[in-house]
T-cell receptor, first 115, second 115 residues
Framework: DAGVIQSPRHEVTEMGQEVTLRCKPI?????LFWYRQTMMRGLELLIY????????DSGMPEDRFSAKMPNASFSTLKIQPSEPRDSAVYFC?????????????FGPGTRLTVT | AQSVTQLDSHVSVSEGTPVLLRCNYS??????LFWYVQHPNKGLQLLLK??????LVKGINGFEAEFKKSETSFHLTKPSAHMSDAAEYFC?????????????FGSGTRLQVQP
């Protein structure tokens, strides 16, 4: 299995532009998570999906952020408009239906820089 | 509510000496506990997990951790450090009875291994 796939790996954009991050979970996994990692705040959960349905989006910082999961093999995280404080590494992770004891498998991350 | 405290932000050891990374947790219910490792510019990789079976858990690369309910601790150890162990380590808790919420990450411990 190729693992969790994220694209792009690096994104540099100007303030005000729209940014779309993409994730392909491991086949057969039915939960998907988006995290953000910064030096100041560490790893933060933004949103997670179960069977393509958003379950908990309480970590989404504000309305500029939105996430979708149109099918079991694809999810996007969109930032519109982007701001310099959105600069971070964004991770996608997936897991099976084993509940809270099932480990999450992380993608390599997308490093976003907003200038 | 669940939380995780990693007691040391940085740990430095010499190659060949033991490693101890400390973690205390708080959980309302029966927790699942994980240790993840993140090498520079990489995603997170699962080292080991505890899910109420044996309290001493063995993971990859010679790491192990012991769940101590009386101390609410889940410290990570390795008998002999290797240069390749230099990375950031995250202790993570998941409440099995509140599975709607995803993982709660500690702030991380950066392990340095001196030659």
């Amino acid at each position: 299995d190729a693992g969790v796939i994220q694209s792009p790996r690096h994104e540099v954009t100007e303030m005000g532009q729209e940014v779309t991050l993409r994730c392909k979970p491991i086949s057969g996994h039915n939960s998907l998570f988006w995290y953000r990692q910064t030096m100041m705040r560490g790893l933060e959960l933004l949103i997670y999906f179960n069977n393509n349905v958003p379950i908990d989006d309480s970590g989404m910082p504000e309305d500029r952020f939105s996430a979708k999961m149109p099918n079991a093999s694809f999810s996007t995280l969109k930032i519109q408009p982007s701001e310099p404080r959105d600069s971070a590494v964004y991770f996608c992770a997936s897991r099976t239906s084993g509940g809270a004891s099932a480990e999450q498998y992380f993608g390599p991350g997308t490093r976003l820089t907003v200038t | 509510a669940q939380s995780v405290t990693q007691l040391d932000s940085h740990v430095s050891v010499s190659e060949g000496t033991p490693v101890l990374l400390r973690c205390n947790y708080s959980s309302s219910y029966s927790p699942s506990l994980f240790w993840y490792v993140q090498h520079p510019n990489k995603g997170l990789q699962l080292l080991l997990k505890y899910t109420s079976a044996a309290t001493l858990v063995k993971g990859i690369n010679g790491f192990e951790a012991e769940f101590k309910k009386s101390e609410t601790s889940f410290h990570l150890t390795k008998p002999s450090a290797h240069m390749s162990d230099a990375a950031e380590y995250f202790c993570v808790v998941s409440d099995r009875d509140t599975g709607r919420r995803a993982l709660t990450f500690g702030s991380g411990t950066r392990l340095q291994v001196q030659p």
